[in-house]
């Protein structure tokens, strides 16, 4: 070493150098790459994802990339780059003027840096010209978030705005047919919205009145407006003939009795209400008392009752002083609407469903607005049975073993049972809708607000056998069904009376009877409906399939697997199998595969999908059944391959379904077949959960099959990766915070880790 010099200078002064390097090199990177960006921009103006690189990239410029970020970023900085990404926007708008998704970019960006006055300027200049679901959606969402200017009269007054604008253009002469369902389309969007709002300010009473006033006038018209209005000046006096008839207050729907508004307007024909015929409501109460015993339990009962008012009539007698309970037809008349759309007209039942949160309808699954403010799982915090019973109170904390004191193994409850978590968000189809013992519920009849949900029950069953809807009409009975499990025979023939082909309702009549324990009764269901089916259409003939699957289901799930495999043998022969003993020889076997082998192609060529789905679970449940090794990657090659081809041709409306089917599948070989490994129904969980991360099946599965293992771990690895984005939906977090509480022995809740989750889910940004 030379004289004076400092040791480990020369390697400091390489690492300098080397970073100098570094640098210099991603400077490079990130000119080049501006430059590209902004000729390929200048080049296609309407390549929308090279504008949003562009943008993007503006980070990077100031940032420099995700690695190299250390330092807190200061709020001039940042305020600065959103400027510069709006410039960035503003250029590509005025290339492509109606893009929703770039405005909706802009808006988001312009609301984190302007004042409200400017942002609800801008809002109304962009909605003038533009109508798109996402982009009133995501307007509504500024207007009741802006706490500046939020007044629950002010946001009601801008939902009355959005209707009328909206049912002025429909109305509009020259309006295309095309934009008359995208126009009714919205409008039946801005109504679940408007409703929802005043349910959850307080004004249920009102928000049920227009869903009756909705439901009546789209189910029960005269036929001098069969139609519907094709002027402002029919529409008003539709609305006048309407307003007689609500004022009149004889029986609406969902009202014991009620003949409908055409019975009325036509025949005069209306029964007035009488007390004991109308839908339980509720009794004051008395006041609360601290000096209660159990003060909390006392206020969580009384606070269900009151929350289950419904609309009153002025004739009522209302002991309480509370004018807001009398819905005149003056409070709903802005809202109402006929329409007219037969696409439109369809959504109507799903779009009352998704206000009331009974379910969670398939059409609105997908919408954001459902996934986060209106999940039904928003209102699980008041249900006990989140709550209660976590782990095992009575579990003991140490187990005695040759007198030895020892700690002892915990069993957590969701090992034993992966179906505990019930604000289910699942795929409606008859294996949720009446789900056994052994599958995923998706409608859960909570005790709270009972008046109001029975009186929603009631308004959908006469909704439903009004319009002769047969898939509103399946879930129509399931929610009967689950108020009323006894009363299952008597709805089961009101909707067969409308219904009397519907494979799919007799197939929910059988499984009704099997959950009540009454087999022979289903039996003779499956056997009369598939005897009755060779009578049917060909197309109705097509959902007999349904009711084998859901005939061999009931016996697997009941561990009688030769009476399974014995119905699926006689599956190829159809009706006229039915009563005679099933040979089990080769030749039968054979025969039973080769008939699902090539049933499956031959619906999914005529694009039948469920009905495809259905013969390749069926396939699926008999190599089970049939197979002596069981190998597991033989039984589920049937829905393998079903779920690659749905994947690869586009087939979205289906995959979930699938997946389920193949969930199904999985979780009953995992109970029986000794050779079940937890890490292949993980890796087949894990995918599950990332094309559908809000389905609370394959989350409750991944619990359940982690459990077992007593390996936390994972469980809170998957739900953080989950609830991680900024897009993550109430559904996630209720679900992550419920499992915390799952993962726990006895009272030992891990407070903390449950308190962790509470603060990132109110602090979360959802879109």
Not at 79 to 86: A, I
Request: hydrophobic share 40%; aromatic share 12%; with cysteine.
């Amino acid at each position: 070493m030379q004289k004076g010099q400092v040791p480990g200078l020369e390697e400091g002064l390489e690492e300098i150098d080397s970073s100098d390097n570094e640098a210099a090199a991603f400077d490079a990177d990130v000119k080049d790459r501006t430059i590209k960006l902004s000729r390929l921009v200048e080049a296609e103006p309407q390549n929308i994802d090279a504008w949003f690189s562009l943008m993007e990239h503006q980070e990077t410029i100031v940032y420099g990339n995700k690695e190299k970020r250390r330092r807190k970023v200061r709020q001039g900085e940042k305020r600065s780059l959103e400027e510069v990404k709006l410039g960035i926007l503003e250029k590509a708008i005025s290339k492509n003027e109606r893009n929703p998704r770039l405005q909706l970019a802009y808006m988001k960006i312009a609301t984190s840096i302007w004042e409200p006055p400017k942002i609800k300027a801008k809002w109304e200049d962009l909605l003038a010209t533009n109508s798109t679901i996402d982009l009133w959606q995501a307007y509504l969402n500024f207007r009741q978030t802006d706490f500046v200017s939020f007044k629950y009269k002010e946001c009601l007054k801008v939902y009355e705005e959005c209707i009328g604008k909206l049912r002025g253009r429909i109305l509009r002469y020259g309006t295309t047919e095309d934009e008359r369902v995208e126009l009714e389309d919205l409008l039946l969007y801005i109504i679940i919205r408007a409703t929802a709002f005043m349910d959850q300010a307080g004004f249920s009473e009102l928000s049920l009145g227009i869903w009756q006033g909705i439901l009546e006038m789209n189910s029960s018209s005269p036929r001098a407006f069969t139609s519907g209005p094709d002027s402002l000046t029919e529409h008003e006096r539709m609305l006048d003939s309407f307003g007689t008839f609500w004022d009149s207050e004889v029986l609406r729907i969902g009202e014991p009795k009620g003949r409908g508004w055409a019975a009325y307007s036509e025949e005069d024909i209306g029964e007035f209400a009488d007390p004991k015929d109308l839908p339980d409501d509720y009794s004051p109460s008395d006041d609360l008392k601290l000096s209660d015993k159990d003060f909390f339990g006392v206020w969580f009962d009384k606070e269900k009752v009151l929350l289950g008012k419904l609309p009153a009539r002025t004739t009522d007698e209302i002991e309480e002083d509370d004018p807001f309970r009398v819905i005149l037809f003056s409070d709903i008349r802005s809202f109402l609407w006929k329409f007219q759309s037969h696409d439109i007209k369809g959504k109507i039942g799903d779009a009352f469903l998704a206000y009331t949160g009974i379910v969670s309808p398939t059409l609105y699954q997908s919408d954001a607005f459902f996934r986060t403010d209106l999940a039904k799982s928003s209102e699980t915090s008041l249900a006990k049975w989140f709550w209660n019973d976590v782990g095992d109170a009575g579990a003991k904390l140490i187990a005695w073993v040759d007198g030895i004191p020892m700690e002892a193994e915990r069993r957590l409850r969701v090992t034993r049972n992966p179906f505990l978590f019930r604000s289910s968000h699942l795929p409606l189809d008859a294996s949720t809708l009446f789900a056994s013992s052994w599958w995923f519920s998706s409608t859960e009849i909570s005790d709270r607000r009972k008046g109001k949900v029975d009186f929603c029950i009631a308004m959908l069953k006469d909704f439903a056998l009004r319009i002769s809807d047969e898939r509103l009409a399946l879930i129509s009975f399931s929610l009967e069904y689950k108020r009323n499990p006894m009363n299952n025979k008597k709805i089961a023939k009101q909707f067969l009376k409308k219904h009397s082909n519907s494979l799919k309702l007799w197939n929910a009549y059988a499984i009704s009877e099997i959950a009540q324990g009454n087999k022979d009764a289903a039996v003779g269901v499956y056997q009369t409906a598939l005897k009755m089916s060779a009578t049917f259409s060909e197309d109705q003939q097509r959902f007999a399939i349904e009711l084998w699957r859901s005939w061999v289901w009931s016996e697997v799930d009941e561990d009688h697997e030769d009476a399974a495999l014995d119905i699926l043998l006689s599956t190829p022969d159809g009706p006229s199998a039915i009563g005679r003993k099933s040979e089990r020889g080769a030749s039968a076997l054979l025969k039973t595969r080769r008939f699902l082998e090539d049933m499956r192609p031959r619906m999914y060529s005529q694009n039948e999908l469920e009905i495809t789905l259905a013969y390749a679970e069926l396939h699926s449940l008999f190599l089970y059944l049939s197979l002596k090794d069981r190998d597991l990657v033989v039984i589920l090659k049937p829905l393998d391959e079903l779920i690659r081809d749905f994947e690869e041709n586009g087939k979205t409306d289906c995959i979930e379904k699938a997946y389920m089917s193949k969930a199904r599948v999985f979780f009953r070989y995992a109970l029986t077949s000794r050779a079940y490994k937890a890490s292949t129904f993980r890796i087949f969980l894990e995918s599950a959960i990332k094309k559908f991360p809000d389905n609370t099946a394959f989350l409750s599965l991944f619990v359940w099959n982690e459990s077992r293992s007593k390996i936390e771990y994972r469980i809170r690895t998957m739900l953080a990766a989950d609830t991680g984005s900024d897009e993550g939906s109430v559904v996630k977090w209720v679900f992550s915070i419920w499992a915390e509480m799952q993962m726990s022995s006895g009272s030992n809740v891990n407070s903390s880790g449950v308190r962790n989750l509470f603060e990132r889910a109110v602090e979360s940004e959802r879109n």
